[in-house]
């Protein structure tokens, strides 16, 4: 009785392994094939960024920023770029996780240029360029109007344009 | 009158005794002679030439007086020099005296008259004209004149006369010392011949008269010297008629007396003692003295021919207190009389203490065989003895062979001990140099690890790069998607060498960990080594303290051995001495019979010895 038990546990197993198999033989649906986005992704205290290719201008190295005072706290600081002077803000500040500048040894500084504006961004780390398929964005996480979506359910996309013309950067308002 | 001995030396006597009286007369009248010449040459010739000197003297003064006078004004002055002149006047005729009275010879009475005739001359011209001009006042010139020509020449006149006597006095002093010399030689070889002459007779005489008396007294002094040493065969040739020759005719006589005495003795000694001995005079000491000798001595011996036959009831009357012969005759037979009791006794002694040897003898017999028995167990215990000497000796040669090679062993490990010391040194070395290498190593792993920080450093330029590459590629748009690609590969190269510079620096920091663990290894093996060297250090000083014990013991092993071989070598001797000893033992039994065999006849002996002084009449 018992080997026609086991005999059984095995053939079932056996199905299971086979239709695995041919599911795997597959090749993989496009879903959307249009709309795909080259982003950078970034880390932000715990948490990952991306910020679309077409808005960055360069990742800096590490450099000492000279911070100005009587500024807002995402302010960090000024930056000498070949003879420019750019400002630095604090994304991490300036998206509200945190109440105070980033103290991470891995800080870099990124330029963002855009028609608008040209400034400078100082995350806690790149981490790598991925490709973001635009029509698997969960768009509906119901999070701030600078998020454009949810990747995989870690990742947000930001939307620079907007972050940087919202009325939280008094500065650029100015600028604008 | 007879030439004895006497008036020989009176006759020589004389004759010296005449010779010396002529030498003495000689001497004396020569001496005078000496003498009446040197008192002339004194008185006359000395003291005269001292007279006329002070002549002399006065002319001088005399003149210096005259003189004076005629300067001189003061008529005081004029009288008191003319008083000094009358003086000088009689002062020469006083010297004048005394030499005639000292010329006794008249040798100068010539110079003497011829003075005196100049002097009265002078005297005469002075007190007429010189004095006579100077006393008057103005007439100095006169007077001078006078004194100039007149009295000058007088004065030289009387100094010449002066001289001339003078050279008198010398030339007969020189006269008289010559006599003198001439005497004194003439008479000093008359002495000397004299004196010789009389030595020369009186030696010659003495020496005949001596060598006569020489002669007889040599030949009585060989004669008497003769007679001391008991020669009576001695001749004497001494005939002459003086006291010698009567000395000589005693002599003769005395020999002749001894010579018969002599005679009488030599029978005497041969032992005839029936000789008659008539004393050649009343005083004759030794004839009678003889004849009494010969009394005594036939009365001796016909005691000692009485004692002889064995009859020793013997009264001895003794001739006087000294009578030597007589107290020894009479000790003799008491002595005699002693001996034969002591004798009877003594033979009697003799047989019974004969008897009692021969008891000891035969007990001492047993004792010498119950000796010997012992004797031969001995000789065989001295050889048991021996025996285990010799094993003894072996065993002492085996132990002294084991600690041989005991030592052998003991001078292997000593071998051993210093190879392992060189073994040590070179593992110290070599950990030395090993430490070092690992130090090496270490500080190469540091410098790998700088290599690698900067490696890190270029990894993350080159993943920011291929960020930027990226970023680029992307801006391009379509033209730039195979950049894109080619970023992408480059960010992994990056991101890969990243990875790789994390793992080489896990693997150096194993690396260190096992440097440092190394390099703490090859610490302790260092000291290990040190400790290893110690106890090598150690292990060798205690090998070489048990070789020296072992060569100790084999020292003391050959000792053993040396001393038992005396040991054995002793007991051979005792054996040989037991050996001895036996032997001896057996000729002391032989010896032991011998005595009792002895004694046997002892007994025997003292039994005829009895018969013997039975005989005596006591």
């Given at each position: ?176 | ?348 002694n003799l047989a019974s203490a004969g008897g009692e040897i021969l008891a000891a003898t035969s007990q001492q ?230 005595t009792r065999?002895?004694v046997?006849?002892l007994t025997?002996?003292s ?12």
């Amino acid at each position: 009785m018992s080997v026609d038990l086991d005999t059984a546990a095995w053939q079932m197993n056996e199905q299971t392994l086979q239709e695995r198999a041919r599911r795997f033989a597959q090749p993989p649906v496009e879903a959307v094939v249009d709309a795909v986005l080259e982003v950078l992704l970034l880390r932000l205290g715990a948490e990952q960024y991306a910020i679309g290719l077409p808005f960055l201008r360069a990742v800096l190295p590490p450099q000492k920023l000279t911070p100005i005072p009587c500024t807002p706290l995402y302010v960090a600081g000024l930056l000498n770029l070949r003879g420019e002077i750019l400002i630095v803000l604090d994304l991490a500040v300036a998206l509200q996780l945190r109440a105070v500048p980033s103290t991470s040894p891995s800080a870099q500084v990124i330029l963002v240029e855009m028609p608008q504006v040209r400034v400078g961004l100082l995350i806690d780390e790149v981490l790598t360029v991925d490709r973001l398929h635009l029509a698997m964005l969960d768009r509906n996480f119901g999070g701030q109007p600078w998020a454009m979506g949810v990747s995989g359910g870690t990742t947000v996309l930001l939307d620079m344009e907007r972050l940087l013309t919202s009325d939280r950067f008094d500065v650029f308002d100015e600028l604008g | 009158m007879t030439l004895n001995l006497r008036n020989k030396f009176l006759a020589v006597s004389g004759v010296v005794f005449v010779l010396a009286a002529i030498v003495a007369a000689v001497g004396i009248s020569e001496a005078l002679y000496i003498r009446s010449q040197v008192a002339t040459m004194y008185q006359a010739d000395l003291v005269g030439t001292g007279l006329v000197s002070m002549l002399s003297q006065d002319m001088l003064e005399m003149r210096e007086k005259v003189l004076t006078h005629i300067s001189s004004v003061e008529p005081a002055k004029k009288k008191e020099i003319e008083a000094d002149i009358k003086r000088i006047d009689q002062n020469v005729d006083a010297t004048v005296l005394a030499i005639k009275a000292g010329d006794s010879e008249g040798a100068q009475k010539d110079q003497v008259a011829k003075f005196v005739a100049a002097w009265s001359s002078f005297r005469t011209s002075r007190d007429a004209l010189t004095l006579p001009a100077s006393r008057v006042g103005g007439r100095v010139e006169q007077a001078l004149a006078f004194y100039s020509i007149d009295e000058n020449a007088r004065v030289h006149s009387v100094s010449d006369a002066v001289n001339v006597l003078i050279q008198s006095k010398v030339q007969s002093a020189n006269d008289h010392n010559a006599a003198t010399e001439r005497a004194f030689i003439r008479s000093a070889w008359l002495i000397t011949g004299i004196s010789l002459v009389a030595l020369l007779l009186g030696s010659g005489l003495a020496l005949l008269v001596a060598r006569g008396i020489t002669r007889a007294a040599a030949q009585m002094v060989t004669a008497s010297r003769g007679l001391a040493q008991g020669d009576l065969n001695q001749i004497l040739d001494v005939h002459s008629r003086d006291e010698l020759g009567t000395m000589a005719d005693s002599f003769r006589s005395m020999i002749g007396y001894q010579q018969r005495m002599a005679a009488v003795a030599d029978e005497i000694a041969q032992g005839n003692l029936s000789r008659q001995v008539q004393p050649e005079s009343p005083k004759d000491v030794l004839g009678r003295a003889f004849g009494r000798m010969i009394e005594s001595l036939q009365r001796v011996a016909a005691m000692a021919d009485a004692i002889a036959r064995g009859d020793l009831n013997q009264e001895i009357q003794l001739q006087s207190p000294e009578d030597v012969l007589g107290r020894a005759l009479h000790r003799m037979i008491g002595n005699l009389r002693s001996l034969i009791a002591e004798l009877q006794q003594g033979s009697q002694n003799l047989a019974s203490a004969g008897g009692e040897i021969l008891a000891a003898t035969s007990q001492q017999a047993a004792g010498m065989t119950e000796q010997s028995a012992a004797i031969a167990q001995t000789t065989v215990t001295v050889d048991e003895l021996k025996a285990s000497a010799d094993q003894a000796v072996e065993l002492a040669g085996s132990v002294s062979a084991i600690a041989q090679h005991a030592n052998h062993i003991a001078d292997e490990g000593v071998l051993a001990v210093r190879h392992a010391t060189a073994g040590m040194d070179d593992i110290r070395q070599k950990t030395q140099s090993i430490a070092e290498n690992i130090l090496a190593l270490s500080e190469q792993s540091q410098q790998i690890s700088e290599i690698i920080a900067t490696v890190n450093d270029l990894a993350n330029q080159s993943n920011l790069l291929a960020l930027n590459a990226a970023i680029e590629a992307s801006r391009a748009g379509e033209q730039g998607k195979g950049f894109a690609v080619v970023a992408q590969e480059i960010r992994l190269l990056a991101e890969q060498s990243k990875a790789a510079t994390a793992q080489v620096r896990v693997i150096l920091a194993d690396i260190q960990r096992a440097t440092n663990a190394a390099v703490m290894a090859t610490e302790h093996g260092s000291k290990g080594v040190d400790a290893g060297m110690q106890l090598i250090d150690q292990a060798g000083r205690t090998i070489d303290d048990l070789a020296a014990v072992i060569q100790q013991a084999a020292q003391s092993a050959g000792q053993i051995g040396a001393s038992v071989q005396q040991h054995s070598v002793g007991m051979e001797q005792i054996a040989v001495a037991m050996g001895s000893i036996n032997q001896a033992t057996g000729l002391n039994l032989g010896a032991t019979n011998h005595t009792r065999q002895a004694v046997q006849d002892l007994t025997d002996l003292s039994t005829t010895l009895n018969h013997l002084v039975d005989q005596y009449q006591v």
